[in-house]
């Protein structure tokens, strides 16, 4: 029974830290067109600004229920919920592609019209000026992550790369030859990178070979260190569990003995603790000492009363008048 608390525990635990860790706040703002001449197109065949969240988690996750919003008075803390809700887009649940799977993309096309699906918001970005974007969690109130877009000549994007130099993720403005709607952003080759100059360094694959069996063995050992520890803490708890009840048992054995011994008169008590609480029940007798009452209430009244008389329980006859 301990073990299987332990054990729930455990995966409670386990259940909280990923959820934190592959929740609502994977998801970053990407790229961004504002002004779409010769670009991506919807679903119905138009062109119009649009807005690419990535997924940056190695974890499926849905961006549904989230909020996108340009309006810089949403990051007012003195707002409430619902008033902050109205100055925002949902993003609506029931569509498969709001399920965003690890290190992927989806786009949403800021056109102001949210009754043409879940991917249109009902806000427009502004050609030739600053654009301000914010992602909310589902609560209305959590900042997820938010982007200030310069203004761009058309068809030209704002993109999220990885720098080489820094080994960090800037914002660059790309030219509408390097626009990549839903893939990898120009420059944001870095597994790619890594890989092939890991493939120069070790073309035998013996580095590789040799960090795979320390990771699996690593792994192992912080594994059986890990059981190890919590095997001893639950045998531990369940020694101190199974002493109390040791004892338990030892003090019923106790009772049973010295009922045999001596009877059921004293009901288990050892005859000492016994004939000690008589002699402390007698002391406590003769030292509260009271009056003597006779229990005998006296009247002093030489006048009877006629209290019992028989008369007083007849009823008077009514007089007639006439």
């Known amino acids: 029974m301990i073990r299987k608390r ?4 455990l995966v409670a635990l386990t259940a909280v830290v990923f959820s934190f860790g592959q929740g609502a706040y994977s998801f970053k703002f990407n ?3 504002v002004s779409n001449t010769n670009g991506l197109v919807d679903e119905y065949g138009d062109r119009s600004a649009w807005i690419e969240i990535a997924n940056t988690a190695w974890g499926t996750n849905n961006i549904r229920s989230c909020y996108l919003t340009t309006n810089r008075a949403a990051m007012d803390e003195s707002l409430s919920v619902p008033e902050r809700i109205k100055l925002m887009s949902l993003i609506p649940k029931g569509d498969e592609r709001t399920n965003v799977g690890a290190q992927q993309r989806i786009v949403f096309f800021a056109d102001g019209r949210t009754n043409m699906g879940t991917v249109h918001t009902n806000f427009i970005l502004k050609p030739g000026e600053e654009n301000f974007i914010a992602l ?7 900042l997820i992550d938010s982007i200030t877009v310069p203004p761009m000549a058309e068809n030209q994007s704002y993109a999220r790369v990885y ?3 820094t080994e960090d993720y800037v914002w660059v403005v790309l030219n509408a030859d390097e626009v990549t709607a839903g893939g990898p952003n120009v420059g944001q080759g ?6 092939e100059e890991f493939k120069e360094k070790d073309p035998h694959g013996f580095a590789m070979s040799i960090m795979a069996m320390c990771i699996v063995f690593g792994c192992l050992a912080s594994l059986y260190i890990f059981f190890r520890i919590f095997g001893a803490i639950v045998v531990y708890v369940s020694k101190l569990a199974q002493t109390g009840g040791v004892r338990f ?6 009772k049973a003995a010295v009922m045999a011994k001596q009877g059921m008169e004293t009901q288990g008590v050892d005859m000492k603790v016994y004939m000690a609480v008589i002699a402390m029940a007698l002391h406590e007798y003769d030292e509260d000492v009271h009056d003597v009452e006779s229990n ?4 002093n009244n030489e006048e009877h009363t006629e209290w019992n008389a028989k008369g007083h329980t007849m009823r ?3 007089e007639l008048f006439f």
């Open 6 to 9: 332990f054990l729930g525990l």
């Open 31 to 33: 790229e961004i067109v």
């Open 136 to 142: 909310f969690d589902g609560n209305g109130h959590s």
């Open 163 to 165: 720098d080489s130099k």
């Open 190 to 195: 870095k597994v790619q990178d890594k890989i």
């Open 249 to 254: 048992v030892t003090k019923q054995v106790d």
């Open 296 to 299: 005998v209430l006296t009247f």
């Open 316 to 318: 008077e006859w009514p």
